[in-house]
């Protein structure tokens, strides 16, 4: 992608960490399974994925890995858009399942502490929604 493509999906107060978003958004995980960007800001990341036929399950439905591999990176965006941070825990609820179509998760940072933070996740399918997650991550130092 080029930076114009980038910079489409984000708001002007996060254009300053376009370095992160592309590093984000490179993440093997995340174009192995063609997590793409819908928006970006400082108070909400919206992520989509298309359900492939490798992400049913059993039964028919989409496996619930595929949800959390889009709610895990959603979280990934969240947290680490303007520091770094390593998922600590993560409970997710699913509501409903998915059978076809286009996943979109969005994310709230709920609280913020020197050493921790707290999301909540939710996803969607054809306006209906999947899952919630709440997530806590870990803010680290790199090397």
């Known amino acids: 992608m080029e930076d114009?493509?980038?910079?489409?999906?984000m708001s002007p107060d996060i254009r300053c960490y376009l370095d992160r978003v592309k590093e984000l958004y490179n993440a093997p995980?995340?174009?192995?399974?063609?997590?793409?960007?819908?928006?970006?800001?400082?108070?909400?990341?919206?992520?989509?994925?298309?359900?492939?036929p490798g992400d049913i399950n059993s039964i028919g439905f989409c496996h619930g890995g595929a949800t959390y591999g889009l709610t895990d990176h959603t979280l990934a965006f969240a947290s680490n858009l303007k520091e770094d941070a390593v998922g600590q825990n993560c409970?997710?609820?699913?509501?409903?399942?998915?059978?076809?179509?286009?996943?979109?998760?969005?994310?709230?940072?709920i609280s913020n502490t020197k050493s921790i933070s707290v999301f909540e996740i939710c996803v969607y399918c054809e306006g209906k929604h999947i899952s919630?997650?709440?997530c806590t991550t870990f803010?680290?130092?790199?090397?």
Do not use: Q, W
């Open 91 to 109: 409970n997710i609820i699913y509501h409903r399942p998915a059978k076809s179509g286009r996943l979109e998760s969005v994310s709230k940072r």
């Open 139 to 143: 803010k680290i130092k790199r090397d």
């Open 132 to 134: 919630t997650a709440i």
């Open 29 to 52: 995980y995340a174009r192995a399974n063609g997590i793409e960007m819908v928006s970006l800001s400082g108070d909400e990341i919206r992520l989509a994925m298309e359900i492939k």
């Open 4 to 9: 114009a493509d980038f910079l489409a999906v």
